[in-house]
């Protein structure tokens, strides 16, 4: 019998702005859940008004770890120092390995309208940092949506009941799985024990074991191999995301996230001379 976990905290989003005057919520990463390794940090951007999201993100470096970002609305174009770019639609997921060091910009691909999506950055072990940037750019067709008795499920990353999601070679192994669940369903979602793993419930509420989520609440969950979550509103939709920690020291200044102040600091002197 496979032990299910619990909710072993829960914490509210809070309101913060980034890029050049971005509105987001940053779920991880803020004053109460500083990191969830292998996890550094979690934003949901959302807004219906252009003057929350208009500026984006002008170029900026990152290195020693990965940016996934996940469109629900709106859409986003990426350029990088490279010449790579990319087109973010809605539905789409871009799994970015930063590595040894990439330069971009993330702006906004439309005048108006609604905005909303999911910033994710997953760290990388140190024998992983300076390896070679890597781009996954899927698009929407290609992500598997598996139809549930009370909802569905899109699979984005990793494996869920033998779908497996487009996105490849990812180091943390993680799993990474959007659920639309009808009111009272109960969803039994198989997480291996090994893992760090959370809910962020971005619409409607849910529950898990005797805990509440509301909306735009993150659930870290604890130890165990199953995960049991019942929705509580209608249409309730929430993330489930895991992946394997990686247990070294994190010295983050920014964009760089490295084991050590020394690395740091070589980042921005390589940065600083033009070396991403
Ligand atoms: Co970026």
């Not at 951007?45 to 990152?62: E, L």
């Not at 959370?198 to 604890?222: D, K, M, N």
């Amino acid at each position: 019998m496979t032990t299910l976990r619990s909710v072993r905290q829960v914490a509210k989003g809070l309101p913060t702005s980034d890029g050049a005057g971005v509105k987001l919520t940053r779920v991880i990463g803020n004053q109460y859940v500083k990191n969830l390794d292998p996890f550094l940090m979690l934003d949901e951007f959302k807004s219906d008004d252009k003057a929350d999201y208009m500026a984006g993100f002008p170029m900026h470096p990152h290195r020693g770890f990965e940016t996934v970002t996940y469109m629900l609305k709106g859409a986003f174009r990426h350029g990088d120092n490279q010449g790579n770019t990319g087109y973010l639609a809605p539905g789409s997921i871009q799994w970015m390995t930063a590595g040894r060091g990439i330069v971009h910009e993330e702006m906004p691909n439309q005048e108006d309208g609604p905005v909303w999506g999911f910033q994710l950055w997953v760290n990388l072990p140190a024998k992983h940092k300076m390896t070679a940037p890597r781009y996954q750019d899927i698009r929407p067709e290609q992500v598997p949506e598996v139809e549930l008795e009370n909802g569905k499920v899109k699979v984005l990353v990793g494996n869920f009941q033998g779908v497996i999601g487009p996105v490849e070679d990812v180091v943390t192994d993680p799993l990474y799985l959007d659920f639309h669940l009808n009111e009272g369903a109960t969803q039994r979602i198989d997480i291996p024990g090994n893992k760090s793993a959370f809910v962020y419930v971005y619409q409607g509420s849910a529950q898990i074991g005797t805990t509440e989520l509301p909306e735009r609440h993150l659930g870290i969950l604890g130890d165990g191999e199953g995960l049991e979550v019942t929705s509580t509103a209608a249409d309730t939709r929430l993330l489930v995301v895991a992946g394997d920690p990686i247990q070294e020291p994190v010295v983050q200044y920014g964009p760089f996230v490295m084991n050590t102040v020394d690395e740091v600091q070589q980042a921005i002197v390589d940065y600083n001379e033009g070396r991403f």
